[in-house]
Every structure is written in C-alpha cells, then in structure tokens.
C-alpha cells in the first residue's frame, strides 16, 4: 500500500473482516465489573437497502455505542428487522415475488450494508420479527392482554385505507391520510381487534416525569397532546320526548345555563332513533351522506363552515329544567368524548360559529371582569366588572375567566368556583359527576393483510372466541397463500387447511382468526428481546433487569406518537404482569433530523434519491459518516445538496499523512517542546468528549479538524517533541475512531499499537492544561451581529472561522448565499462577508 495514500476500498473491508472474526463488538453477559450501557437504534423496515436516514441515525447510534465502550462501558448494540408489515409487502407485491422472500433479500442486502458502514453491532443476537421464534412471543404477549381483557373485539367505526384495504390506527392517520401510502382514509363500521391503551391513558401522563430533559420536548408534547387528558364533569340530559338519558362531557359545566342547544355526532345511535318516521328524517338521511364523505380532519378544522340538521327533539338541560333543540352537527364526532354536546355559544366559538349560522340565541353566562387599563400589577385599583357584552354584538365566543351571571343560585361567583359547585350539586342530584376525559382511544391492531404476526384466536360456533393455549404456539403463517394482494379480507382466510381447525375447548370444527397484527405490535417489546434470545420465554427476566431500561435510544421523530407510546404502554403491562421492574423502556431519546435533497424528501420517483451504498463505494465507509455527522447539528435536518463527501475524503487523507508523519517522527524527527500544541490536545480532548457526551458531532469534527491542521503544521515544521506530536496524533486518532471506525484502526496500528483501537481507553486530559480563560467572540454577517459564541482565549483564525460557521443563527442569517471574505480579529471578532 502506497504509505502517502489512504485508500478505504483495500482497509475498509479487512477491518471489517477483522472485527466480525473477533466479534469485537459482543455484549459480555459474564462481566460483573463493567457498568452496563444499553445503546439502542430504531430498528429498520427491510424494505429496500438502507437509505440516506439509515446513514444518518445510525452513524450517530454507533458514535453513542462506541464511545460508551471506550469509556470503559459493558454496551450492548443489538440490530434486528422490523420484518413484518406493508411496506414490505407491498413492495413484494408490486415486484410480484413472496413478502418473505423479498424480506429475506432485503435483511441480507442491509445487514451487508450494515457491515461496509462498520456500525459496531453485537450480531450474535440478532433477530427478525417474521420469525417464528419471535412472533410467538408476541403471539403469547397477546394472549396475556386478552386474559385481562386488554385485547378485545368490538364493531366501530375504523379508519379504512382503500388503497392498502386494511384498517388502521387512529395513529396511523396523519391529517385525515394513511401513514403508510398517503391515500385519504375512509370511515367503515367493522368488527376489529383493539388493545385497551386507553386503560394507561393517566400513567403514560404520569410517568412523562422520569422522561423530561431526557427526551426531547417536543415528543413528550405530541404524546401529551394525543392523550389529551380534560378534567370536568359528565351532565346527564333528558331527551323531552323519549325520556331517555344523554350523557356529555364538558370541561366547563360552569356554563351549563348559557347552553342554548344540543349536539350529537350523526353517527349517534339517538340521532337515527329520534328522526325515524319524522319530517325531519330525509333531511338528516342527506345531511348524513355528506357528513360521511367529509374526513374527520375536515371535520374539526377551525376554518370550515359547521353544518347540521334540526332533529325534531329537545333536551331538558338539568340545572333549569329548560328545553333545548337537538341538532346533528359534523364538528361533534362520535369518537371524541361521548358523541354528544352541550352547546354555549356565547362561551365556545365552534358553538358561536353554529348558532350564528342557524339563527340560535346566544346567551352569556360567564362576566368578564374589567381589565385595569395599562395592565399595571400592584396599583391597588378596585376589580370592576366590565360593561355587560350584548350578545347581539359579539363577533366571537368569549374567553371563560370572569364571574357567572344569568345562572340563578351561581351568580355572582368565579367560573373557577362554579365549576366545582355545580359539578357537586348534580352529583348530589344524581344528574352528573366529576369526570376526566382522554382524547386516547383504544389502539386498532387487526389488519387485513398477509404479511403479519397471526392473531393466537380460534373462533367455535359454540364456544365463541378460543385464545390457543401457549403450547400450541407459535400460530404459524401459512407460506402457500395463492394469492396475497390485499382484498379487504385477509388472504389467510383462503388457506382452508390453516383457518380450519378443531376447537382446543370443545374440539368441534372452528375457524382460526385471519386478520393479522400491526407491525407496531412486534416492535413494542424487541428491545427486551435483544437482551437474550431466550428459547422458552419472550424474554429472560434477569438478563432485563441487568440492561433496562435502555440508556440511550436513537430514532426517528415520526415515531413519536405510534411506537414510542406503543412501547411505552407495552412496557408499562408487562410491568404490572410483573415480568420487568420498570415502567418506562428508554431513559433518554434523541431524534434525528430528516435528510432531504434540494429541500425535498429523497425518493426514486423524484430521481434525487442517494444511497449510502453509493457514497461508500464512492469515499468509503468512514467519509460517508462523517459527512453526514458533520453536516449540521443531529437534530436538524440535512440537505444533502449542501454537504460534501470530497471534502471530507481531503480531510481523511489530511488526518492520514499528519497521523503518520508524527508515527514517523518517532524516530527522532521530533524539534524542541511546544507547549502550545500539549495545550491544544489536552482542550481538544476536554470539548470533544464534552461535544460527544451531548451528541453534538457536527462540532467534534470541526474541532478534531482544527487539531489536525495543528498536528500537519507541527509535524511539517518540526514544533513539538516526538513525544508530544505522538500523543496529539494519539488523542486524534482515539477521539476520532467513534466517528470514523475504520481509518482510525488503520492509524492505531501504524502508531504501533497491536489491539483495536475500539479496545482502547477514551483519552483523558490534564485540568491544569486545560484551563483557559473564556472569552465572547461576536459573530457578524455582512457586519450585522448575529450570535455571540464562547472562545478560548488562544482560539485561532481558523477555530473562530470553524466556530462561527457551525452557530445556527450565523446560518439562519447566511441563508445559503456564499461566503466571499472572512474578516477575524481573533478571539473578539468574525464577520462574515457575503457575495453580493
Ligand atoms: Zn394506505
Ligand atoms: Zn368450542
């Protein structure tokens, strides 16, 4: 090999032949010293290679994974495939081969990509979820929530994507379309599977706790908001001519005197009842066939025009006896609450919208109190009630806050107060009671289609649903299905020699369940898996108390309302089966932003899809992660329009002559001691670990950058004794090798070392050195200031260049113009020219 040149295509491959004979990077279950790390990546879809993503949250995973063992951690990298599910099959099916056949090619082609990106696995635990082995755990899983009645079959209305003929979750429908295909989902009443995750709606809340500052905001927020807890009171109405009881939820039954009309869901059971055989009936028939066709999205959007049908009856509200209209309207859905409103108009803008539309009064029972004018606190100004608001006038509903009015024996008290008060006196009467409320509702996990884990049920005409009894499991997936394109029923109920069956309760001919589970089903528990692949249990009980929960769990954010609260529920069960001792799977989360191109998603169709395969064969394994690492902070997303492979590979062979050339000057090229070069390593080491601990890669690299340019300079022009520039090439070498694995164990062992670098101890530093004044360096652009960074006192041209190109608001300001001068008054100033 040619010393001057570092060629990844003849060093790559032998590394990883090397690490993969040593099994370098296996879990030990038999070390009782080390502290356990568990690193966790999102395991992918093997419906293609790995894509651009892939590249992205795996190369962070594994600077987390190798890092910690450095650090002197026991880590445990486990890698597997989410296997089953539609985008595999539906892959398969336009490709017209076997969902498992093209599955199978898939694990192979990413598992060998894997392999080329020298992502530190443990292999030895590896596992697929279309596995048999696997899925009957799942299978048995299932078993345990339907024993306690957390797996249940109900009719109600589902979401139905036409274009994959399946149901799905609430979950899986983003603004009214299918997670999965982008086709608009429709609204069928069927009979489905559902697991009761509605029964854990409080402690997915509660729990959220141990999970702040170590997942990021903005997952806890959506799941918050998914869950959608409300406080306030159950209210039961009287229907004036059936005397039947309808109950609502309202957050506010403070306002129940202003309610001036009833409201329930078109779809509500009552609002077919109380029109049949009425004038009012073809008028609702027609109302309901528009309402029908509108998504539940159109449905609740702010903007839209709210639409409804009079249904001929009235509601006696139960404070004052009063009779209201009941109306149909869209924006009440059957789904949300109990399918049926109170409307108060004057104090809830949908209502307010309504009533104005169909002429319905408006009445104001809740006073706002005056505001003191400039909003000065503390001025001692008596509380005065505002002038009372003419309904008439009102444009818009009113905010809550104030004291009641038009409300009998409450006027005159807070809202806040009424609300508890009124809440009391109906209990008292037997008319309501204090009532929390979720958004939540049970999780749909029945789906229509082949490629899945089989639901362990058998239905017998005499004994009704039959769970198969755990010995007889795993209930396989049949193979020879003759044809598995999705139909709206699922293909296994054509395999007649699998769905019949003897009944395991009485033994008469019996029929097994044919729908399938949700993929999301099987990724809900294999991190517990992949603490052992244990042959008699889901899980081996020990073994998870000695890895769980995970430390760090690395993934995708638009996970963050479907598995991420999936595992979380799953865990939480398991737990109270008492087969884990936590509650909560993953201490801490970090989300990877996006990779797009040109600002758009990657994608064959729109022909600017890059793959990682390609950037490897082209820079190697090494440059393909730093690239992406270096591109912009984890978070964010990258637009790979912006980066550049090339540079990074000049940079590579930069590190490679410098590291070797101070190799080198072990014998004896070495000048005079530089102190100022020691100095630099020790800071280097201090803020690179400090950047890695906190994921912050793209600005390690910038500063392993900057201490290489230093090592070539000192190595060129003879700074530094041999001694210091080896341990600067060292401290590069070692602090490197998470990010780029392979070039850094080359260089490890032209430095002379015998054992991996990956083996190696994380480099530490001396305190004394690294000492240094900290001072603020403003950043300019166009000689506006843009951000104030912290700089080291020494902080060099181009440290202050690197640094102020790194500040996401320099970037913001830069908006992608180019750059055409740089001017730095080191370490106080940088402004940043643009090309005009
Ligand atoms: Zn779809
Ligand atoms: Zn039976």
Redesign the pocket.
């Known amino acids: 090999m040619d010393p001057e040149r570092y060629d990844p295509q003849q060093v790559e491959p032998k590394w990883t032949a090397a690490w993969e004979e040593r099994a370098l990077y296996r879990a030990d279950e038999n070390d009782t010293e080390r502290a356990r790390f568990y690193a966790l990546d999102m395991f992918p879809y093997p419906s293609g290679d790995l894509h651009m993503g892939h590249l992205e949250a795996f190369a962070g995973g594994d600077v987390i994974a190798r890092l910690k063992r450095m650090q002197g951690y026991n880590v445990l990298h486990p890698i597997g495939w989410d296997a089953f599910g539609l985008p595999a099959e539906n892959a398969a099916i336009s490709r017209g081969i076997h969902p498992k056949t093209w599955t199978r090619q898939n694990i192979d082609t990413q598992r060998a990509t894997f392999q080329r990106l020298g992502i530190s696995f443990d292999w030895s635990r590896t596992f697929n979820t279309c596995d048999p082995d696997y899925y009957r755990w799942t299978q048995w899983i299932f078993l345990r929530l339907y024993e306690r009645g957390l797996a249940y079959r109900k009719a109600s209305p589902v979401n139905w ?1 036409p ?2 003929q399946t149901v799905l979750a609430n979950e899986q429908v983003i603004n009214g379309h ?1 997670e ?2 982008g ?1 608009l989902v429709e609204k069928r009443e069927l009979t489905q599977w559902f697991f009761r995750i509605t029964e854990y709606a409080q402690a997915l809340l509660d729990d959220m706790a141990e999970l702040e500052d170590r997942w990021s905001d903005k997952v806890l927020t959506m799941q918050r908001n998914w869950i959608g807890r409300s406080v306030g009171a159950y209210v039961d109405f009287i229907i004036s001519e059936t005397g039947q009881t309808v109950r609502i939820f309202t957050t506010r039954p403070d306002t129940l005197y202003g309610a001036t009309f009833f409201v329930l869901a078109p779809e509500h059971q009552l609002a077919e009842q109380l029109v049949a055989g009425t004038e009012h009936e073809a008028a609702f028939r027609r109302f309901r066939d528009t309402v029908d066709r509108e998504t539940e999205v159109e449905r609740l959007s702010t903007e839209r025009d709210k639409t409804g049908v009079f249904l001929g009856a009235y509601a006696i509200n139960p404070v004052n006896g009063e009779r209201i209209p009941v109306w149909a309207a869209d924006y009440v859905l059957l789904e949300y609450g109990t399918g049926a409103i109170m409307a108060v108009p004057a104090h809830d803008q949908r209502d307010f919208e309504f009533a104005r539309k169909y002429g319905l009064p408006v009445r104001i029972v809740v006073q706002p109190e005056a505001s003191e004018g400039s909003g000065e606190p503390g001025t001692g100004a008596p509380v005065k009630q505002a002038p009372p608001l003419d309904p008439g006038q009102m444009t818009e509903a009113m905010g809550h806050e104030g004291v009641m009015v038009n409300s009998g024996p409450y006027d005159g008290i807070p809202a806040g107060e009424a609300i508890r008060r009124v809440t009391a006196d109906l209990a008292a009467q037997g008319r309501g009671e204090f009532a929390i409320n979720y958004r939540l509702r049970d999780w749909l996990v029945s789906r229509q289609r082949y490629w899945g884990c089989p639901i362990p049920i058998i239905h017998c005409p005499s004994c009704g649903e039959v769970p198969v009894p755990d010995d007889a499991l795993p209930v396989p997936l049949p193979d020879d299905v003759a044809d598995f394109r999705p139909k709206g029923e699922s293909p296994l109920a054509t395999v007649s020699d699998w769905v019949n069956v003897d009944c395991p309760r009485c033994g008469t001919p019996a029929r097994r369940e044919t729908d399938t589970m949700d993929t999301f089903v099987d990724s809900s528990w294999y991190f517990l898996r992949y603490t052992g692949l244990d042959p008699e249990r889901p899980f081996d009980p020990d073994r998870v108390a000695r890895w769980m929960p995970v430390h760090q769990y690395t993934g995708g954010i638009e996970h963050a309302i479907l598995h991420l609260l999936y595992s979380r529920f799953f865990v939480k069960f398991l737990h109270d089966l008492g087969l884990v001792g936590f509650r909560e799977p993953f201490r801490a989360l970090l989300n990877q932003g996006m990779v797009v191109m040109h600002g758009a998603a990657m994608s064959k169709s729109r022909g600017n899809l890059v793959e990682p395969a390609t950037i490897i064969d082209e820079h190697g394994a090494d440059v393909a992660r730093l690239t992406m690492l270096f591109a912009g902070p984890f978070e964010d997303d990258v637009d790979w329009a912006d980066v550049s492979p090339e540079g990074m590979a000049r940079w590579i062979h930069r590190v490679w002559r410098a590291v070797r050339g101070a190799a080198d000057s072990g014998a004896g090229h070495g000048g005079a001691s530089d102190p100022a070069l020691v100095r630099h390593a020790h800071r280097a080491t201090q803020a690179v670990s400090d950047d890695l601990e906190r994921f912050r890669f793209n600005t390690a690299v910038a500063k392993l950058m900057t201490l290489s340019n230093d090592l070539a300079d000192a190595v060129r022009s003879g700074r530094g004794s041999a001694t210091e520039q080896r341990d600067t090439a060292e401290r590069l070498v070692l602090m490197l090798a998470p990010l780029a694995p392979f070039v850094t164990e080359e260089l490890w062992h032209a430095l002379g070392h015998t054992e991996s670098v990956h083996l190696a101890a994380w480099p530490g530093y001396d305190p004394e050195l690294v000492r240094v004044e900290r001072l603020t360096c403003v950043v300019q652009v166009d000689g506006k200031v843009r951000d104030r960074i912290e700089v080291t006192a020494d902080a060099g041209e181009d440290d202050l260049r690197a640094l102020a190109l790194a500040s996401p608001k320099v970037k913001a300001a830069l908006a992608d113009r180019p750059i055409a001068r740089v001017i730095t008054v080191p370490p106080k100033l940088v402004n940043l020219v643009t090309a005009r």
Request: proline letters at 0%; one cysteine or more; glycine letters at 0%.
């Open positions: 994507c274009h994959d299918c999965r295909c086709h």
